[in-house]
């Protein structure tokens, strides 16, 4: 190994040398010697071969799935070969992830390594994705307690440099429920919540009805949801748009219904959801009532002042007429819910009658298109069409208002129930307080 000694003679020559040819080493020779080197920390011998790897996967007609690692320690390693090639064609493997089983071979560390080095190379982020799952997967067949916690951490970290439109949120879901079994580290916990919270709009309601942690009163992990809900509303690296917002708005309205029968449900925590989302999420507040009707049929040991918080979440103008009407009758809602629900029905009606009038006489008045003698005859023309969707627009005018005057009319016999109720109910909290003070006046006489 001395300097002074050149030729075959010198150790380190031959070394260097040896190194700087494995870029012309086989597929089968890289993946050899990374397995034997897995125990490295870092080494130029680990970093030339992960290097080499990557620079062949983006050029895929450069290796074969003949050429496995995985099936070296077979003894019928070439005699299946072709056999194994075919059935990778069968089933309907792309040639862009034949290596997926032969990189599967190596350490949750070197798979790191390879990572790292495959997105610096801005290699396609959805085949690297579907790796990193494969890979997860291969190696939780064979892998001890320990090590299905190592291999998931590496996974989340890995998953989580990666463009998110390049991740599936089924398999996120999918992650999430193995983690569930496994005491991870509260950082990688984070990113995988934070990378489900991201697509949270591409979730289904299955996906969210995960059990509550063991000890907790409650039925669904409700906690695990919010923060759901604030990773997507943050954004990241993507803007949510008005469609995004609504889709989830649609998903936690079903979410909410399905928790809200839970007695054990704390009225805080189904406010939390009811209030986490903006008012532009919903184009109709019907379902949110849905579900606050049945939270409040099961906990009717509520307060007023609980229950008008959780109905302060709903908006009133985004009920239908039905709703309204539902609301306004409803005994497990507060007196001033249904006031207020018939203030905004009335709003409502007053609204589309001034609408229809105003329609009304538009359509009446005499439409005068002439501004000039040229345009007389294209005037001519069309006159008798304009004419005919005026009468047809006053017909179905005549038969809203007439619609509308009918519901403003029951409108007006619950506002006159609800007044009457209101006076009775006053009615009868005098008389008690009455009958209290000439209890408490006659009290001194008795003792004198």
């Given at each position: ?35 034997r080197c897995q125990d490295l920390q870092s080494s130029g011998i680990v970093e030339r071969c992960l290097d080499s790897l990557v620079g062949r996967l983006a050029i895929p007609s450069e290796a074969s799935p003949c050429a496995s690692t995985s099936s070296l320690d077979s003894p019928g390693f070439w ?370």
């Amino acid at each position: 190994m001395n300097n002074s000694v050149s030729g075959n003679r010198n150790l380190i020559e031959k070394t260097m040398k040896s190194i700087e040819e494995i870029s012309y080493w086989t597929w089968s020779d890289l993946l050899a010697t990374l397995k034997r080197c897995q125990d490295l920390q870092s080494s130029g011998i680990v970093e030339r071969c992960l290097d080499s790897l990557v620079g062949r996967l983006a050029i895929p007609s450069e290796a074969s799935p003949c050429a496995s690692t995985s099936s070296l320690d077979s003894p019928g390693f070439w005699l299946s070969c072709d056999t194994r090639s075919t059935k990778s064609l069968k089933d309907g493997f792309s040639q862009a992830t034949w290596w997926f089983e032969d990189l599967s071979i190596l350490s949750p560390d070197m798979i790191e390594m390879l990572i790292k080095s495959m997105v610096s190379r801005k290699y396609n982020h959805v085949i690297i994705g579907r790796f990193i799952f494969h890979y997860q997967k291969s190696k939780f067949y064979t892998a001890s307690p320990d090590e299905k916690h190592q291999v998931l951490e590496t996974v989340i970290d890995m998953l989580y440099t990666l463009d998110t439109n390049s991740i599936s949120c089924k398999s996120l879901f999918r992650i999430y429920r193995v983690v569930l079994n496994l005491n991870i580290s509260k950082n990688s916990r984070n990113k995988l919540e934070c990378m489900i919270g991201s697509q949270l709009d591409q979730a289904t309601l299955d996906n969210l009805l995960i059990p509550s942690p063991y000890g907790a009163s409650y039925l669904y992990d409700v906690n695990l949801v919010l923060r759901f809900l604030k990773a997507f509303l943050c954004g990241g690296d993507q803007q949510v748009s008005p469609m995004r917002i609504k889709k989830v708005g649609s998903l936690m309205d079903m979410y909410i219904a399905e928790v809200a029968p839970d007695p054990c449900l704390k009225s805080s925590k189904f406010l939390a959801l009811v209030v986490a989302l903006p008012d532009s999420a919903r184009d109709s507040s019907n379902e949110l009532y849905h579900a606050i009707d049945i939270y409040l049929e099961v906990h009717a040991g509520l307060s007023d002042e609980e229950k008008m918080k959780i109905c302060c979440a709903l908006n009133y103008e985004k009920l239908s007429t039905e709703a309204g009407i539902h609301l306004s009758q409803n005994a497990k809602f507060p007196s001033k819910s249904a006031v207020q629900a018939l203030i905004s029905q009335q709003l409502k009606l007053k609204n589309l009658l001034q609408g229809t009038n105003n329609t009304k006489l538009y359509t009446n008045s005499p439409c005068i298109f002439i501004e000039t003698k040229g345009k007389a005859k294209k005037d001519e023309a069309c006159e008798p069409t304009l004419y005919s969707e005026r009468l047809d627009i006053s017909v179905d005018n005549e038969k809203l208002r007439e619609h509308l005057q009918g519901m403003q009319c029951r409108v007006m016999e619950l506002e006159k129930v609800c007044k009457k109720m209101q006076s009775e109910m006053a009615k009868i909290m005098k008389s008690k307080a009455a009958a209290h003070s000439s209890s408490a006046r006659s009290l001194p006489r008795l003792c004198s």
